[in-house]
């Protein structure tokens, strides 16, 4: 799941009358995939499992085979240990079967969404250990590539590491910090955060440099690009540097953040944010590419 800041006009009636408003990505005039019109006012929705057909749970196989094949050396140990617990590789997992395990784990459940939500919609899920899951599934032809987090990226990149206790808290308090930062007007510089952690972290270990942020976890080239390739550079994680550095969304990322643990992540974004949204604000904006002479480069 990514945050997201526009809506979308043309359902917005029926929407509104009947559920959850329909949610995209900028402006274009592509219709969200999902159904909002079923979904409830905090944008969760049932999975309905039983309208998954053959194909669909074909392609998760497919998917969770290509990237179960790539994460030795390149993803974390605590995401390796915890990818089982999504259960068999054959089909879509029950969102309810899943909830039970995750929540006897880290008290976390798993719970469905159209798609893509409103940051506020977001952030209260978080806050309340509910992970937003979208329901459905991309096409065959979308096997490389799809435009917005469909229920593989959500499942396979995210859900795993709500196992982890350190890192569940750490999601927690990332939605009660959005929700404050909507407060605030800073919803932007804390996306970055989940930009630079949640999506696309990497993390230092012994054995070097491995990867826990969902977006690389669940892409078939990054995985590998993000921890081998010369071209993108690898800063030591810095909160403040984060919170100023924009980000692409449509390409490989130019420049990742390593963290030393999720401990050390917990514990660097614990402060109160309000002095630091303000000095973010007079700073002003870095480019993906940007290079200072104190980052910490691996
Ligand atoms: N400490 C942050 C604040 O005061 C909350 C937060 C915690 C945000 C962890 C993100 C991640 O806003
Ligand atoms: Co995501």
């Keep these: 799941m990514a945050e997201v800041k526009t809506d979308m006009s043309e359902l917005f009636d029926k929407a509104f009358n009947s ?31 039983a309208a998954y057909d053959a194909c669909d749970h074909e392609l998760y196989r497919r998917l969770y085979e290509r990237q179960a094949a790539q994460l030795p050396g390149l993803a974390c140990d605590e995401f390796i240990d915890a990818v089982g617990h999504l259960g068999v590789p054959s089909r879509i997992p029950r969102f309810d079967e899943l909830s039970d395990k995750l929540f006897r784990a880290t008290q976390w459940e798993v719970v469905a969404v159209p798609g893509l939500i409103p940051e506020e919609a977001f952030f209260s899920l978080l806050s309340q250990r509910r992970f937003p899951v979208t329901g459905w599934i991309r096409k065959p032809e979308e096997f490389d590539y799809v435009v917005e987090p469909d229920v593989f990226h959500d499942l396979f990149g995210h859900v795993p590491l709500l196992f982890n206790p350190v890192f569940a808290d750490y ?15 800073s919803c932007e510089h804390l996306a970055r955060l989940y930009w630079y952690t949640v999506e696309f972290g990497l993390i230092r270990t012994d054995a070097g440099l491995r990867v826990y942020g969902a977006g690389i976890l669940s892409s078939a080239g990054e995985l590998r690009h993000s921890v081998t390739s010369a071209l993108p550079q690898r800063l030591g994680f810095d909160l403040e540097r984060i919170m100023r550095t924009r980000y692409k969304i449509d390409s490989y990322q130019s420049t990742y953040f390593v963290i030393e643990s999720f ?9 109160d944010f309000t002095p630091l949204y303000e000095r973010v604000a007079q700073l002003g904006e870095l480019s993906a590419e940007d290079r200072f002479p104190n980052d910490r480069v691996f």
């Design 19 to 49: 559920g959850a408003a329909p949610v995209t990505y900028g402006q274009g005039d592509r219709l969200p995939r999902g159904d909002y019109a079923g979904a409830h006012t905090d944008y969760t929705c049932d999975q309905n499992w």
């Design 171 to 185: 999601m927690q308090a990332y939605g009660a910090g959005g929700l404050k930062a909507s407060q605030l007007g």
């Design 263 to 271: 401990q050390q992540l917990f514990g660097a974004t614990a402060p």
